[in-house]
């Protein structure tokens, strides 16, 4: 009889049966074999729901098939963020095992524990939350933010991480050699942005930064509460209010003016404005927000900059069929639109 777990290839990205074994003799519990399936909805490191033989769920990372840039897709990096998160107020899926063989399955990856919950990732994951659950998601999503920058690097075992200053500087030199890299078609407006950024850097506050922050990197529990943080592929230490200005910056409300993006969660009925993040978090982080504006503007240049290098990824066939291309391309497509947001708001800032 032949062996279904050599028969079956795995979805891209996975080699089923070095995977399997290597999964069977390093995470406690797991029952051999393990079936293997895309999780669609990452857009930068590929997801998998691993599943045993007595019905257990894990989730497995690992960086795209090809196309990695220089200093991204860190599986190391991600697993140590989620290791030292693990214990603290915010909440992770827990880490189980981490393999920097590339031997395995052509890179490294991390296996951790799967969190069930709604990921509002589009109005329709919105809609499935009970309009007082919607209230308590904006606050908890606070909540977990406010906790993530109260922690000490030192304290979680990421103090050697901590670099005091040259955080804004470090970040904008990586976005535009990326996008560079990209090969976008707005580059000249993006080395506009880029620079109008660079000339404004405000004083660098500190803190842990997790670079993705926003609710479709979150699972809700049914009454709002957050049961996990996802994608830390971006995290490090620095200016705490990168975090705030990125979530400020992807958080839609319904009278938006129309633009190129689909209308998101945050635009069904029950979530709260920009306005009442930005204040829940002053008041439960005591910090400053006067370079908010800052920080919102670096966060749609930096949009952009992702966006271009997504659309080139998934066309160079680097990220696996998930689905997801026509909606890389749309991204891409919001590449000026973002960068134009982001000069109009550092020139009003400047008023």
């Known amino acids: 009889m032949p062996d279904a777990r050599a028969a079956d290839p795995g979805p891209p990205g996975i080699d089923a049966e070095r995977v399997g074994e290597w999964l069977a003799t390093h995470v406690g519990g797991l029952t051999a074999p393990v079936r293997f399936a895309l999780v669609s909805g990452g857009r930068s490191n590929l997801t998998y729901r691993v599943t045993d033989a007595a019905g257990a769920v894990y989730a497995l990372r690992r960086p795209p098939t090809g196309g990695v840039l220089e200093t991204a897709h860190d599986m190391g990096r991600e697993w140590r963020f989620i290791s030292a998160m693990a214990g603290t107020a915010v909440p992770v899926a827990p880490p189980l095992a981490f393999c920097d063989d590339a031997a395995v399955t052509g890179a490294p990856f991390y296996v951790m524990g799967f969190v069930d919950g709604t990921v509002l990732a589009d109005r329709a994951a919105a809609e499935k939350l009970a309009p007082e659950a919607r209230a ?25 991480m901590v670099r005091r200053t040259g955080f804004a500087e470090r970040q904008l030199r990586r976005w535009r050699h990326q996008a560079h890299q990209s ?29 993705d922050y926003r609710p479709g990197n979150l699972a809700f529990g049914p009454d709002g509460t957050v049961r996990a943080v996802f994608d830390w592929e971006l995290a490090t230490s620095g200016d705490a209010l990168a975090d705030l200005g990125y979530t400020v910056s992807t958080w839609q409300e319904p009278d938006d003016p129309p633009g190129a993006a689909p209308l998101g969660p945050t635009t069904v009925p029950g979530f709260a404005s920009r306005a009442d993040l930005a204040g829940r978090y002053a008041r439960l982080s005591g910090r400053d927000l006067s370079d908010l504006p800052y920080w919102t503007a670096f966060a749609h240049w930096r949009s952009a900059c992702i966006g271009a290098g997504v659309q080139a990824r998934y066309l160079a066939g680097h990220m696996a069929d998930d689905g997801y291309l026509a909606e890389a391309r749309e991204r891409a497509a919001l590449g000026v639109e973002l960068a134009e947001k982001a000069r109009a708001g550092l020139r009003a800032d400047e008023i």
């Open 183 to 211: 090969g976008a078609a707005y580059l000249p407006l993006l080395d506009e942005v880029h620079d109008m950024l660079a000339a404004r850097v405000p004083k660098q506050g500190t803190g842990i930064v997790h670079g």
């Open 136 to 160: 308590s998601a904006c606050e908890n999503l606070v909540d977990v933010l406010a906790a993530l920058h109260a922690l000490d690097p030192h304290e979680v075992g990421l103090g050697d």
